[in-house]
């Protein structure tokens, strides 16, 4: 799912004025670093649950904040990411089905990583605990009034696990970076699923599962970084 945050343009000039300030501050070294997730190319398509087409998303956004605790060869880390998107599907008649629904959801993240410098690139290797909360809820409902069906369906997802990291540090400045991370995510996770028919006839559908689930995200974050 492609994503870019209007927020994190917003930051980007005050983010731009701190690394300014940073470095006329004194001759520390500075060793904390706060970023902001600009876009991504993360697979959110399961994220609530239920599998949703990636063509069939809209109104998405995947934002974050991160946090960095720098030492002499590595740096402690965490996030905090939130992923939100709409998305609607049509099925032709006879059936004439309409689907709309919702996704959000929470990934918490805390992790080590080691660094090389290379200039202004820093490229480094790491490993995050995570952990993730989804939710998907829809209403499916037909636009042929001759044979009326409606439907309600609700998930949540919830899980832990650990992710391997590798990314790439660009410094634009004495303070402020770019960087990207590809993450394979391995995860335990819970489904609760609950499906209601509301129409022609009432019935209730209810499952609780558990499951392993592995991603690989090819650019899971994309950050302004400002450093102090």
Partial sequence: MRSMSKFGFLVAFFLLCWSTVSAQCGPNTPVNEIGIRLGSLTNASNFGGKYI?????????????????????????????????????????????????KVSGVTLRAGYEWYAILGPI?????????AVFGKYSGETYSTNASNYQEFTDNRSRRGMGLSPVLGL???????????AETT?????????????QI??????????????????????????????
């Avoid at 820093?122 to 995570?130: F, L, N, R, S, V």
């Fill in 53 to 101: 087409a990636e063509q069939s998303m809209n109104l998405g956004f995947l934002n974050g904040l991160h946090y960095k605790r720098y030492g002499t060869f590595g740096a402690f880390r965490t996030s905090l990411g939130l992923t939100r998107y709409e998305y609607e599907d049509r099925r032709g008649c006879p059936n004439c089905l309409r689907t709309v629904g």
């Fill in 122 to 130: 820093e490229p480094y290797i790491g490993i995050d605990a995570m």
């Fill in 199 to 228: 129409s022609p006839e009432s019935s209730t559908y209810a499952r609780t599962n558990n499951y392993f689930e592995s991603v690989f995200q090819p650019l899971n974050w994309v950050s302004l970084n400002v450093m102090f």
């Fill in 184 to 196: 394979f995510d391995m995860m335990f996770l819970g489904k609760s699923t609950n499906i209601s």
């Fill in 169 to 179: 540090r660009f410094y634009l400045s004495y303070a402020v970076s770019l960087s």
